[in-house]
């Protein structure tokens, strides 16, 4: 079995890999997909930037994108395996310089903030998204629960980073250019 692979493809934000490892394994505990195998992939402004701009036409980086294994999955319910292969969720590509820049804007911890941002990309990879108010919604009490459970367990105190975003960028219904925004940076 495979469980989480972390990989650091870039140079520029410096990373303690066996902590953001340790912390994708209780998250996982507290979603319960200990069974699935997943990805955690740390990338430069320039390598999130072009993945961004191949699979959501975004020409700019961003903190996280995700690619589930497993298609049109409703949100929180678990994949259904029949076989061995296909006992993984997906990958989660951390923009980790974007991260970083944001980070030293709202004076965050690196570390705390690749946390969360690593619940929000597992929330996507189990079928969550945030494109209506309603979505975003349901998608923050999900991220809350993690959170919570992962506070408790760990002492920590993270927020989620969808109730950040949320308060942000308020939406107006039927304002595209304003769900366009939310959208933006959060995937």
Known sequence: ???????????????RRARL????????????????????????????QRINHAYRRQNQPTDVLSFSFHEDL????????LHRDEYTLGDIFLGVEYIMQQCKETSQD?????TVVTAHGIC??????????EEWSE??????????EFNRITGSRLEPVTKRYFLMHKFTRGNS???RKTKRNFS
Request: glycine letters at 6%; one cysteine or more.
């Open 110 to 114: 690196l570390h705390d903030t690749l």
């Open 177 to 179: 250019s304003n769900q």
């Open 139 to 148: 998608m923050l009490q999900k991220e809350s629960y993690i959170l919570r």
């Open 124 to 133: 996507h990879l189990l079928g969550y998204r945030h494109e209506t108010e």
């Open 1 to 15: 079995m495979m469980g989480v692979v972390v990989r650091n493809l870039q140079s520029v934000v410096s990373l």
């Open 74 to 81: 409703r949100p929180g319910k678990l994949p259904y395996a």
């Open 21 to 48: 490892r340790a912390d994708v394994e209780t998250l996982r505990l507290i979603f319960g997909v200990q069974r699935f195998d997943m990805s955690v992939i740390c990338v430069d402004n320039r390598k999130i």
